[in-house]
Each structure stands twice: as structure tokens, then as C-alpha cells.
Nanobody, 119 residues
């Protein structure tokens, strides 16, 4: 059974930083394409970063380029989203997801972690 658990969200002032964690069980994160998404109140879910599984390439949303970075710890089967220079518009629930192929492609999601950027 695939499970993803996010953590690390919280309240931070504009300009501050947070690091979100996504720990997986039941699937090796490094073998499959993975993503961080976010959803702000009243808005559609937005892709923050996509991590490829063939070459570890990353594709960031324009809104976070230069401020967010991503890393992986394969020993812990985890990936991390480092968010710097946070802005109020980064306020959202952040989700990690992984796409796994087993006869067909399946998407798995975590429960999300709230990030609030406010003074």
C-alpha cells in the first residue's frame, strides 16, 4: 500500500523559509515521477514542482523559480521542498504526489500540509 505523509507546514512571516517533507512508504520515491502541488482557498490545485524519474530533472512553476528547491533522501524514501523568500501568495495547502505504473498509471497523494505566510 502506497502512503505519502507530508509535514513541515506552519505559519511564517513574509520573507521567511520553511522546509516541507514528504515521506513515502510502499513505493520507492526515486523510481517514479513525483510532484509537489498546492491549493489555495478558492483556487485550483497548482503544480509547484515536477521531479522526473529517468534523469531527476525538475520543473518548477514560474511563480516559485529561484525561491524553492527540491531534494531527495533515498535512504529515508523522502523528498523535501525548501521554500525561501516566502510571499503571502504562497499560502496554500501543499501536497506531494507520486505516479506509479503497475499495469496502468496510478496517482497517489498525501493528506497535505498547510503553509500560511502572514505578518
Amino acid at each position: 500500500q502506497v502512503q505519502l505523509v507530508e509535514s513541515g507546514g506552519g505559519l511564517v512571516q513574509p520573507g521567511g523559509s520553511l522546509r516541507l517533507s514528504c515521506v513515502a512508504s510502499g513505493v520507492p520515491l526515486s523510481r517514479w515521477p513525483a510532484n509537489w502541488y498546492r491549493q489555495a482557498p478558492g483556487k485550483e490545485r497548482e503544480l509547484v514542482v515536477h521531479v522526473g524519474y529517468t534523469d531527476d530533472s525538475t520543473t518548477f512553476a514560474d511563480s516559485v523559480k529561484g525561491r524553492f528547491t527540491i531534494s531527495r533522501d533515498n535512504d529515508k524514501n523522502a523528498m523535501y521542498l525548501q521554500m525561501n523568500s516566502l510571499k503571502s501568495e504562497d499560502t496554500a495547502v501543499y501536497f506531494c504526489s507520486v505516479k506509479v505504473f503497475a499495469a496502468k498509471w496510478n496517482d497517489y497523494w498525501g493528506q497535505g500540509t498547510q503553509v500560511t505566510v502572514s505578518s
